[in-house]
């Protein structure tokens, strides 16, 4: 065998001599993929089928020029294929062992021309190498990419799919989370905690592009992998191939046609592949594809559909999953709220049919922001909106009808407290200081001033940003609320502790019963400036209403407002009765609704 190897060897070192020797003139040229290779007849045509047609189909006229315009791996294929027929020696792997194949078939240098032929040599390669391993699988099917259909046609992608897929899912149920690579499960447990530890082979499959990306994955589902265990795999994927896009920015900078195309196409085609379960994906990655999908201009379809499984998971969002930046350039917000709104109106319409994951996780604090741990989904929901109402209130450009709009979708059984809908109600009359008396009227309607809380009522009761009417009525239920608690049924303090902290209460709540009456006597004072301001401003003109009145009473409208707001602040006042007991209270502890939200 080893005198054998010699000849050999010294046979190839001859040939390779002979065939840039200067002595032999060439007497074919082949024009493969741009290129010209002056070469010899006799080799090629012993090996090569293809060329030995068309040899000998030709004239002698054209016999000396082979052209091979469409040959899979271009000049970089003939090249290898071009040593093998000479004899030349050269490494097979697995980044050309799919050239090889693939120009192996093209030319036909199969079995029938030569024995050990290109075709079988590289069919054993694939067979006993290539095939055998993961990545070795990984890396073939990474090369044909740029060799369809050849590659097609020979059955090298399917065979390269399968092994994939077979050993994916061997490897799936057989490795343990202590196997995985540390540093790739600690960047997918960053964005989602709760999936399933990325497997080690994920990040081979990122460098497929996404038609044979796609092709894998849907034979690994069909194969029974589980749908759910593809969210880190599609993380990851997506992490890499959008990458460079400006999702974050309040601008819209364009890219290169060519590269927004196939972003766009990556995009939609990870959106339909991503899992039906409800938690298998993160909100925070939902909400970058949709930035994403936003800024690419994907389909209606790919971006409506986001925006259903953010809202199946609302209740896990943080504030900066919901700013998503307006890309226009018409003026309009810096925000893009209509996106938000149709979340909001998708989790109500889930949240009413009662909706379930098929199959997830369960849903635990390690969601949740410190601040909502122990609410439930409704609440954290109704504080996540209230937080972010306050954040785009400030906006100049936000229209009261959008304002509004998203304000009326903050569920009522969420909001334990007003304070947060106030804030946000505060924030934007500071910001829009134009706004009329009426629409001032329409974004303090959106509030019940019955659940603001007691420094909220302080607030408010000195707040020259409301209206008046608001403020009255925020003065009323405090009123109100002080009475019921002066007023209350007191229980028995035990022997063993003293009272001087109950009595110590009712002073302090009597002191503060005390300022509010004066605040509701500013209020007057306040309510007949405005009276006086208004008279002398109409006076002269024509009055419609018929004679006018004497100088020292104010118009009949204003008298009779000013005897309706006398007599509601009349009932305030807790000494109205001639033996010193407050008023009767009983059946207007909550005043109506018409009440509650009417300011007018």
């Not at 569920?411 to 629409?439: C, F, N, V, W």
Request: aromatic share 6%.
């Amino acid at each position: 065998m080893s005198s054998k190897k010699e000849v050999l060897s010294t046979a190839m070192k001859r040939t390779s001599e002979w065939i840039f020797s200067q002595e032999i003139p060439s007497d074919i040229t082949v024009q493969a993929g741009g290129t010209s290779f002056a070469l010899h007849k006799f080799p090629l045509i012993s090996k090569c089928g293809y060329i030995r047609r068309i040899v000998s189909e030709s004239s002698e006229v054209d016999a000396s020029v082979v052209e091979l315009p469409h040959i899979p791996g271009g000049a970089d294929a003939f090249e290898l294929a071009a040593k093998f027929c000479y004899g030349i020696n050269f490494e097979i792997s697995t980044e050309n062992i799919a050239m090889l194949r693939c120009v192996a078939e093209y030319l036909e240098m199969t079995e029938d021309y030569a024995v050990g032929n290109l075709h079988g040599r590289t069919e054993a390669y694939l067979s006993e190498v290539a095939l055998k391993s993961l990545s070795g699988a990984i890396s073939v099917l990474h090369s044909t990419e740029t060799l369809v259909p050849m590659a097609e046609k020979v059955k090298l992608v399917s065979r390269c799919i399968d092994t994939i897929v077979f050993m994916t899912c061997k490897e799936s149920q057989s490795s343990g989370p202590a196997e995985m690579g540390g540093s790739l499960n600690a960047i997918i447990a960053s964005h989602h905690p709760k999936a399933t530890v990325v497997e080690w082979w994920a990040e081979d499959l990122t460098v497929l592009r996404i038609n044979v990306f796609q092709r894998v994955l849907i034979a690994m589902m069909a194969r029974g992998f589980k749908h759910y265990a593809l969210g880190p795999i599609l993380m990851l994927y997506a992490q890499k191939s959008l990458r460079g896009l400006d999702v974050f920015g309040k601008g819209r900078k364009r890219i290169e046609p060519e590269q927004e195309h196939e972003k766009r196409v990556v995009l939609e085609t990870i959106v339909s592949l991503l899992p039906r379960e409800k938690n298998s994906m993160s909100v925070s990655f939902l909400s970058m594809l949709l930035r994403a999908a936003i800024f690419l201009e994907t389909t209606v379809a790919c971006r409506l559909n986001l925006e259903k499984r953010m809202a199946s998971q609302l209740g896990q969002a943080v504030l900066d999953d919901l700013l998503i930046p307006s890309h226009s350039f018409t003026g309009d917000t810096l925000f893009d709220v209509d996106t938000v709104q149709r979340i909001m109106m998708n989790y109500l319409d889930q949240e009413k049919e009662g909706q379930g994951p098929v199959l997830g996780f369960n849903v635990d604090d390690e969601y949740m922001s410190p601040n909502t741990a122990g609410m439930n989904d409704m609440e954290r929901v109704g504080k996540l909106m209230e937080t972010y109402l306050a954040e785009i209130a400030s906006d100049r450009n936000l229209a009261i009808s959008k304002f509004i709009g998203l304000t009326e979708l903050v569920p009522e059984q969420s909001r334990i407290t007003e304070d947060g809908i106030y804030r946000a109600i505060d924030i934007y009359l500071k910001a829009h200081p134009a706004l009329s008396d009426m629409d001032r009227k329409k974004v303090c309607s959106m509030m019940d001033c019955q659940k603001l809380s007691r420094e909220a009522c302080a607030h408010a009761a000195q707040n020259d940003r409301l209206p008046v009417q608001t403020v009255v009525q925020v003065l009323y239920y405090e009123q109100q609320r002080l009475r019921e608690t002066m007023n209350g049924p007191e229980s028995p303090a035990p022997a063993s502790k003293p009272s001087h902290p109950v009595s110590d209460e009712l002073s302090r709540l009597k002191r503060e019963n005390e300022d509010l009456k004066i605040e509701l006597v500013k209020m007057k004072m306040r309510l007949r400036e405005i009276e006086r301001s208004t008279l002398n401003s109409n006076t002269g003109s024509p009055v419609a209403q018929g004679p006018i009145s004497p100088a020292d009473k104010p118009p009949l409208p204003r008298k009779s407002f000013m005897n309706s707001v006398s007599k509601r602040l009349g009932r305030l006042y807790p000494f109205v009765r001639a033996d010193g007991t407050p008023g009767s209270m009983k059946g207007r502890t909550k005043p109506p609704k018409d009440r509650r939200h009417s300011i007018s």
